[in-house]
């Protein structure tokens, strides 16, 4: 017979038993057992963030760059509701997380009582499952199986709701056996079927225009999924592309990769997409980010989509072989029988010289310029300065995050941290601080716009309490810059509240929370300025003038097919008719 | 700008789940938060132990959006096994109605002799007044309402359909 323990003593030992390290947080009235506990013990470290929605992000930036989940604990109702958004970025973006949240004791739910929120209604369509905990007794098993939900299968944000009165009663507490099934009607399928392995190779030895297409899946799956993507482009000598959300999977630096795909992505990744006889879609879910009009995309294709999730098959594009199962292990098993059939690839050097036909036209080229620092030229120069220090690279969301895809080159996974499905401006701060805790050695930068940075901007106070160094590197260019961009394309240049007014001096701002802060006016500055925020210890913010109107190229509008991109500006034209402009 | 509309199957799905509190509107809300129809829910637990509910959910859409509803059913957790009877052939599909009617004279009579035809049991009876109860597919009973109208229809109440598959073997 175990000894009875508080609910609160049993969520610490069994997040203890799973080998938590790290919880992200901010105490409350409903959370205050939790943390009473959290003060009696060594092993797990608490960061306390400034907002709960700093939290989410945090503990998202810890997972993505770590591959463990990240765990949030806050408290009943506006601590809950404010890491909603966090939770909604982590299951778009298929982020493991464990959300703890406080809730008011049972007998006064469904009363109105104070701080109460009815958070696992308000979460059910933003988790991938959620609990109300009501007994003590089933608290650990709860505890365990959300961890298990979180990581396995397609990865997702869980929540535990938790009533102070559960915290406070007693009851028994042992860990699971190792391996005993934790639910039983939850089995996701990892092992793709053979036979649909089989028809795939058959199908890249037989392609002529092959394109390997990649999402964030090969990142969820681990680095052993990256390794594994190397290889079967090796094999077959495919041309690779990736989402925004799949970067760092294929190395930028080898011949076969084609930039990533998508409204801003690479004309040759486009058009190499639109003209493939197959695509091999991994880990990415057609996103309509990635696939533009739909009645056009990838006409002439064959299509093969290797997805954990079940649903995410069939959902936009219909597929001509469908294959449900882990893609890291799916991958291993195409490389395998390929191997075992000794197969060999096409000809596909004609297919590679269309290829460079399209890369000839250095679709990410941008006009220069010595009067005011382009964009794009500072995140190149950001790149060049720091690539050989392997930097972990966080963003906001807008114009700054597109050229920070564009321009910064990744060579292995969980190097980039971005809000990709949800969108969220003011993730890459936060982020950056979760990535920082999780990775205490490595260089953090977050790329960010001015207007997103202000969205979580109290996180710089976090970062200075922990001494975290991160990077801030702002592209200040005085607008929500993607927002102005759609005005130019779709409305006739009418900016409508997007200049970013009464802006705070960044300098002054950072120095008030005790980073060092750093402006950048000219090109003559750029690398100077680069060079003293990297060697500047401690956490510093570079607020880097940028060229005010400069916009991201190149771009499908929306609506528009694969060919139809635009390259540069003169190409745009200012009114869009309602169709296009009731697409986002 | 017109909003497309495509041309939609009407399925019949079941539905095996934990028993749990809260499943229901984790089914119901993913129906609405992915704009999805539901025609008739209807939910009850079917085993001896009470653990585990079989929900029969008839819904319509295009092809597409059925392999999608039942996709993303499959993957809530609470969710053991769903099944497209419409999809799997030869099945039962029964649903119940309480039908009020109020009248007298000939209208009372077409009334009883309707519900005859219908197979349907007076429940409660009043002077003025029957309580029929029917079974039956959903068309059977749409069309017994019909008739009912024209006799004193008061109100009605449907559990919605129930619905299993045919043979020896569950589905």
């Given at each position: 017979m175990t000894a009875e323990r508080s609910g609160a003593d049993i969520l610490i030992e069994a997040l203890t038993d799973l080998g938590v390290e790290i919880v992200f947080g901010y105490p409350g009235g409903a959370v205050l057992p939790i943390y009473d506990a959290l003060f009696k013990q060594k092993k797990i470290r608490h960061i306390l963030v400034r907002q709960e929605g700093g939290a989410a992000h945090a503990a998202e930036g810890y997972a993505r760059s770590t591959g463990k989940p990240g765990v949030v604990l806050v408290t009943s109702g506006p601590g809950a509701t404010n890491a909603v958004t966090g939770i909604a970025d982590a299951l778009l973006d298929s982020i493991p997380m464990v959300v703890i949240t406080g809730q008011v004791g049972t007998p006064l739910i469904g009363t109105d009582a104070f701080q109460e929120c009815d958070t696992v209604g308000i979460t059910r369509h933003c988790t991938k499952h959620n609990y109300l905990v009501k007994d003590p007794a089933k608290l650990g098993d709860i505890v365990h199986e959300a961890f298990h939900i979180a990581t396995s299968g397609r990865p997702g944000p869980v929540v535990i709701d938790l009533p102070k009165d559960v915290q406070v009663a007693t009851a028994p507490y042992r860990k699971p056996a190792p391996g005993a099934v934790l639910h039983k009607g939850y089995r996701p399928q990892v092992k793709a079927d053979p036979v649909a392995i089989e028809a795939a190779v058959e199908m890249l030895a037989a392609a002529e225009r092959p394109v390997l297409y990649t999402g964030g899946g090969i990142i969820n799956s681990g680095p052993a999924a990256a390794q594994v993507l190397r290889e079967l482009a090796r094999i077959t000598g495919a041309p690779v592309t990736s989402t925004l959300m799949g970067l760092g999977a294929f190395p930028a630096s080898s011949p076969q990769w084609l930039g990533m795909l998508g409204m801003h992505g690479t004309y040759e990744a486009n058009l190499a997409m639109n003209e493939a006889d197959l695509i091999v879609a991994l880990g990415a879910r057609f996103d309509d980010r990635v696939t533009g009009r739909l009645d056009a995309f990838a006409p002439h294709s064959r299509k093969i989509h290797v997805d954990i999730d079940r649903s995410s098959i069939n959902k936009i594009v219909r597929v001509d072989l469908g294959i449900v199962g882990d893609v890291g292990r799916a991958m291993e098993d195409m490389v395998k029988l390929w191997k075992v059939r000794q197969h060999q690839p096409q000809d596909l050097k004609p297919w590679f010289a269309r290829i460079d036909q399209w890369r000839a036209?250095?679709?990410l080229a941008y006009p220069e310029s010595i009067k005011e620092i382009m964009p794009q030229h500072a995140i190149r120069r950001l790149w060049e300065a720091t690539r050989d220090r392997n930097p972990i690279i966080t963003t906001e969301v807008g114009q700054h995050q597109m050229w920070a895809a564009q321009h910064f080159h990744f060579e292995g996974p969980n190097k980039w941290l971005t809000s990709g499905g949800l969108g969220t401006m003011g993730y890459g701060l936060p982020a950056a601080i979760g990535a920082q805790v999780g990775n205490p050695n490595a260089l953090v930068i977050d790329i960010a716009g001015e207007a997103s940075i202000l969205m979580n901007i109290q996180e710089m106070s976090t970062a200075a309490q922990y001494r975290l160094p991160v990077k801030v590197f702002i592209l200040n260019n005085e607008y929500m810059g993607m927002v102005r961009q759609w005005q130019d394309l779709t409305?006739?240049?009418?900016?409508?509240?997007?200049y970013s007014a009464a802006l705070p001096d960044f300098v002054k701002l950072a120095e008030a929370y005790g980073w060092t802060g750093l402006r950048i006016e000219g090109t003559q500055e750029l690398d100077a300025g680069i060079e003293q925020m990297l060697s500047t210890p401690g956490p510093v913010m570079v607020d880097c003038r940028v060229a005010k109107l400069a916009n991201c190229f190149p771009m499908i509008p929306s609506g528009a097919a694969h060919t139809d991109m635009l390259l540069q500006a003169d190409e745009v034209s200012g009114e869009m008719d309602d169709e296009a402009k009731a697409l986002v | 700008m017109h909003i497309r509309e495509e041309t939609v199957e009407r399925h019949t799905l079941s539905v095996i789940v934990?028993?749990?509190?809260g499943i229901l509107a984790r089914i119901a809300g993913l129906f609405s938060s992915r704009g999805y129809n539901i025609q008739s829910l209807t939910v009850a637990e079917v085993t001896e132990d009470e653990t585990i509910s079989r929900i029969t959910i008839v819904t319509s859409g295009p092809r597409a959006v059925i392999d999608q509803i039942i996709a993303q059913l499959d993957r809530l957790v609470n969710v053991h096994k769903v099944t497209d009877l419409t999809e799997l052939g030869p099945h039962v599909e029964r649903e119940l109605a309480l039908v009020k009617v109020k009248g007298t004279g000939d209208h009372r009579i077409e009334a009883l002799r309707l519900a005859e035809v219908y197979r349907a049991r007076v429940v409660d009876a009043t002077i003025s007044s029957f309580v029929f109860e029917v079974t039956g597919g959903s068309e059977k009973i749409d069309k017994f309402l019909e008739l009912m109208r024209e006799v004193g229809l008061v109100e009605v109440a449907r559990t919605g359909v129930a619905a299993i598959a045919r043979g020896a073997e569950p589905a």
């Open positions: 036209k250095q679709c409305y006739g240049g009418r900016y409508s509240e997007s | 934990d028993n749990e509190a």
